[in-house]
């Protein structure tokens, strides 16, 4: 059964930090790229991020770029999106997806003073 299941959200004030983490089964991670999403009520889906199979290169949306880090650690079949001086327009719900894998439930992040 594939899952992904994210993490690590939360209310952080403005300037502040998160990491996400995105852990995946029930399919062989390694081979697939991976992507980070978001959306906000009212929103269209955005992607914020994407990272290659081996983790050896990635795109940003002009949004986030500089701000935003995304890695993955194909052992331990997780994907991670470091998020650093975060704004309030970054409120939204945060996913990952794996193209024609599947995507996870999301995980909130809130900022907001």
């Known amino acids: 059964q594939v899952q992904l299941v994210e993490s690590g959200g939360g209310l952080v004030q403005p300037g502040g930090s998160l990491r996400l983490s995105c852990v995946a089964s029930?399919?062989?991670?390694?081979?697939?790229?991976l992507n980070w999403y978001r959306q906000a009520p009212g929103k269209e889906r955005e992607l914020v991020a994407n990272i290659t199979r081996a983790g050896d290169n990635w795109m940003y949306a002009v949004s986030v770029h500089g701000r935003f880090t995304v890695s993955r650690d194909n052992v331990k079949n997780t994907a991670y999106l470091r998020m650093n001086n975060l704004k309030p327009e970054d409120t939204a719900k945060y996913y990952c997806?794996?193209?024609?894998?599947?995507r996870g439930q999301g995980t909130q992040v809130t900022v907001s003073s």
């Open positions: 029930g399919f062989t991670f390694s081979s697939y790229p």
């Open positions: 997806g794996v193209p024609r894998v599947g």
